[in-house]
């Protein structure tokens, strides 16, 4: 007599139906990076819902979740009232030169008393264009048959042709303006110069070499200051090996949030070796990051995470999970509104620790709280997410008591490099790092001039390290 099969049992058929929801929600989850990549990413700003507007299906795919705790929140944050917004003219700065013209009535005004005026200002543009420095240095015949005449003054590129400001224009039209050295040659032939591409590429590198220690000296300063953030992020960069290809590099980015310092570091590798030669081994301070594993082997460093990562995760978690997602994006907003308000008050730090003591911390333990009892599938996005916060919260809340950490980052300090910029590769190691020291001599109203003003022409002279030389460097 054949047994008939074992019927599944309750317990049996749940486990299936979670397996299956866990493959939907992750293979949604991938859709939807493949939609970011194919037609953009959005924005990772959380609008919250209206509390009376339902979902599309009314739950989250993956079941109905804990109650959030209610809870209450108040802060002293100015408030600004809404009002309509109406157009205006624009108001242009004050460093823009002005060329003024006095536009008389058509009557005689002979005896008449002004009472006042109108005045219209409109912007026009003084195209750039290359001149030619001409010394002149006559020679002296002296009383014992020498010849007496005067030394050249001391040139950015021994016997080169380029001045310090049109060195500094080449160099910021290709990495802020992202202008290839080839387009700048067609604009200089259009004035009759014809400068060889090549010729444009030993500029930069040689340029690049000048400045190196204005980048040394300022990535001294970021890791004396005792407070580092780190990040990396991809660049895709010219392979000379591989003709018309291009491998993938890294930008170890530094940000000293108490120097206003964001120094770039570039390296083939996503490896340990990047951050350990930048920071050394023995480096001691604070160091906020988003948890990658590499930054563990400075053990003698006080760790925290940033939370615009981990916000990251629980936005990507929307589409599977959108009512646990969203309150943790809510909650998080209540996080990032404390910090506007120290910003605005410029709250030292025992008044930063203080105050997130009292409003951020109950936030942070309820919101642990409610994570710890939403727990998610493994692979579906909110699990990778509250996986994430989870594993790493003991980092991410250790801003609350130190009053020098930011809440993560603020702001783009990444230095605007945008990570499509490519770059050729004999460049990469010698010009980018050093071209970095471009963006934070604020303010950046004219580079040109005001990279030319640290006389690049006197840095030729020293040793890279002396004081004169780094004093030489004040314009």
Known sequence: MQTSAAQPTAESLQQEVNMYREQVAALKFELNQ??????????????????????LFGQDAAGAPVAAPASEFTITASERAATKRHPVRVVFPSHLPRQTTVIEPDIDTTGLRKIGQEVTETLDFVPAKLIVIRRERPKYETPDGQVAI?????????KGIAEPRLLAHVAIAKYLDHMPLHRQAQQMARQGIT?????LGGWVSQTADLLTPLYDELTRKARESGYVQADETPIRVQDSSKKGDTHRGWYWVYHAPEKGIVIMDYHASRGRAGPAAWLGPNYDGLLQSDGYAVYNQFTNATHAVCWAHARRYFH???DSTA????????EIQKLYAIERQLREEDAAPA????VRGEKAAPILESLKTYIENNPGLPKSPWGKASSYAL???????????????????????????????????????????????????????????????????????WPSHSTARRDSWQA
């Open 34 to 55: 493949l939609r970011k990549l194919v037609f953009g990413a959005r924005s990772e700003r959380f609008e919250p819902e209206l509390p009376d507007q339902l979902g």
């Open 150 to 158: 005067a030394e050249l003054p001391a040139r950015p590129i021994d």
């Open 195 to 199: 400068i060889a591409t090549s010729t």
């Open 316 to 318: 990507d978690a929307q």
């Open 323 to 330: 009512e646990r997602a969203e309150y943790v994006l809510a």
């Open 351 to 354: 008044e930063r620790a203080r």
């Open 391 to 461: 594993t790493r919260w003991d980092k991410l809340t250790r801003y609350v008591h130190e009053g020098r950490l930011e809440i993560g980052r603020v702001g783009r300090w990444r230095g605007g490099l945008g990570s499509s910029l490519s770059v050729s590769a004999p460049f990469v190691w010698r010009c980018l790092n050093s071209w970095t020291v471009l963006r934070f001599h604020p303010p950046l109203i004219e580079p040109d001039v005001q990279i030319s003003r640290i006389r690049l022409s006197s840095l030729t002279f």
